[in-house]
């Protein structure tokens, strides 16, 4: 497989859940709050082309950043994607993907992957590449713990 530049890849995490259920969280803006240490809020219809409102928190700066893309794909149980587009006024772009992998009934895998794109990429990657990905493995982690405290719950 080629390497991507400009690419922040999350860790990939087994989760013990069904993937319906983690689609259910992936899904559930309003409660990002309750398990997402680095989208806390995140806003939208989750219609294509339509806005996603969100606040990054840059791990270790007691600071976030409000950020505004667009829905660019859903694929149900499998895929949930946004993207910054260019504008006049930022030429800079990117996309963000998640992915939900089932490896059976009741378990799942999910990962992330960020792509810097535009002329300003390689500044973007060098400049905050680092805390994308620490926030992205992060993410990971506090969306597995939630899934499967879920489900155990569920199994009472």
């Known amino acids: 497989m080629e390497a991507v530049r400009n690419r922040v890849t999350s860790i990939r995490v087994e989760i013990e859940a069904p993937a319906?259920?983690?689609?259910e969280i992936l899904v559930d803006l309003p409660r990002y709050g309750e398990w997402?240490?680095?989208n806390p809020r995140i806003a939208s219809t989750l219609r294509l082309g339509e806005t996603v409102h969100m606040e990054a928190v840059v791990p270790g700066a007691g600071r976030s950043l409000d950020v505004v893309e667009h829905l660019c794909a859903i694929e149900?149980?499998?895929?949930?994607?946004w993207e910054q587009r260019p504008t006049a006024e930022n030429p800079d772009a990117g996309r963000r993907e998640q992915f939900l992998e089932p490896l059976g009934p009741e378990r799942c895998a999910y990962h992330h992957i960020d792509t810097f794109l535009g002329p300003n990429a390689d500044k973007i990657m060098a400049e905050h590449g680092a805390w994308v990905k620490e926030g992205f493995d992060g993410m990971a982690r506090d969306l597995k713990r939630r899934a499967e405290a879920l489900w155990a719950a569920r199994l009472i």
């Open 20 to 23: 319906a259920l983690v689609w």
């Open 36 to 38: 997402n240490g680095f």
């Open 76 to 81: 149900p149980g499998r895929r949930l994607a």
